[in-house]
Structures are given as C-alpha cells and as structure tokens.
C-alpha cells in the first residue's frame, strides 16, 4: 500500500463549481499535513498546512481526520486559475521527510 | 518569485559530460533538499542535507555527487547521466529536518535533459 494515496482524477470541473479532493495516508504515526499545487512545468507550491481543527483560507478549505487517516481539500466558486495538480503531502514521523501523493489534476473549464 | 534559486533554468547536456546543477537560499533554512521528478509523477526524493551534512541518501546513482559549500548552498554534480535521468530537478529548503511545520520551499527546478 503507497504511504500517500489520492484521488487519481483528473478532475474537469466548470467555472464556479465546488470540487473536493480526498487523501489517505497509511502511517498513524504522521505528524504534519500539507496540500501543495504544482502549474504544468513548475515547482510544487505550498497551498495550505491541514490542521486537525481545520482550516480555511479564501475558497480553500482543508480538514484532516487523524481517527480515519484521511485528509480533504474543497476548492469552491473555482476559478480557471484554480486548474494544476494537487499534491498531498505527508510528514510520516519527526525522523522522515515529507512523502508526496501522486497528485489530482483539476481543470477548470470555462 | 522563489526564494530557493535554482541555476541553470534549462540543462542539455551529453552522457559523457560533466556539468552541476545549483541551489541557493537565503531564508536561514538548515535543511535543503534535491528531488527528481518525471512528468506526470510526485517528486522523488534524492538527497537530505541537514546543518551541511549529508543525512540521507535515497540509494540514487554515484554519477549524482550532491555536495553542500555552505549553509545557503547545495550543489548537485552530474557525471556520465543516461537518458533515463532526463527529469526536473528541484531542490527544495525547510527550517530543519525535523521541524517542517511550514512545509518545504522549493525552487523553480532545472529541466534537465541527457541526449
């Protein structure tokens, strides 16, 4: 079983619509949780941490639910600018780096 | 703009060459990082550096030397690549090894290409 396991998507949503992406991670142990964003051809970009409360930031809304092992990202009202791949990303233990899912692409459509 | 820079941008270069690829940053960050990523796939991690010591070598290729001048510095030197080794390379900075709350900073890689 991979450590980080995603949605395999793609996802092709309209403009304004609410997409959601899901993540597994197989480690209880994992101490820290990211969704990041990678544009064709450039480097992963830090999106938001995930917290165990949950967090929002603007449209992006993240949750972890350590109980599960399973973390989300709702994406609402997207924009065209919203469309690249998703990466979760997990820090399996203090001692490990971060381990990457295999990413979700989403394309908005006008 | 980045702040983990990456020089060159773009790389061609024969597979009996020898060339480096650099990474620089100047957030204080004591941990930096060489992935390789293939299109279409996640990042894969090559190298581990923390406090300019090598702490971690992901089993990658002895023609892949990293090597880190200084705490704001990593280099990776290529030698005698193949084909398959084709691939963006990023290098990528955090705090330190264990403490990453933030995540990681990565550069904008070198699109490396082995003819």
């Known amino acids: 079983r991979k450590e980080v396991e995603q949605d395999p998507g793609p996802f092709n949503v309209p403009e304004g619509a609410t997409v959601a992406f899901n993540c597994t991670y197989s480690n209880s142990a994992s101490q820290s949780f990211f969704w990041y964003r990678q544009d064709c051809r450039k480097e992963p970009k830090l999106l938001m941490s995930v917290y165990s409360s949950g967090n929002e930031d603007g449209r992006f809304t993240a949750q972890l639910n350590r109980a599960s092992q399973y973390i989300s990202l709702l994406i609402r009202d997207s924009k065209l600018s919203d469309s690249a791949t998703y990466l979760c990303v997990v820090k399996p233990g203090s001692a490990r780096q971060l381990t990457f899912g295999s990413g979700t692409q989403l394309t908005v459509l006008p | 703009d980045t702040e983990v820079t990456q020089t060159p941008k773009h790389l061609v270069m024969g597979m009996t060459n020898k060339k480096s690829l650099k990474c620089e940053q100047h957030?204080?960050?004591?941990?930096m990082y060489w992935y390789k990523q293939k299109a279409k796939k996640p990042p894969e991690l090559m190298f581990v550096?923390?406090?300019?010591?090598?702490?971690i070598n992901e089993s990658v290729p002895s023609r892949f030397s990293p090597e880190c001048p200084n705490s704001s510095l990593l280099n990776l030197h290529l030698h005698a690549l193949q084909p398959e080794d084709s691939a963006l390379y990023l290098c990528a900075s955090s705090q330190s090894e264990r403490e990453d709350s933030y995540g990681y900073t990565f550069g904008s890689g070198t699109r490396l290409t082995v003819v």
């Open positions: 957030m204080g960050h004591r941990a």
């Open positions: 550096y923390s406090y300019e010591k090598l702490s």
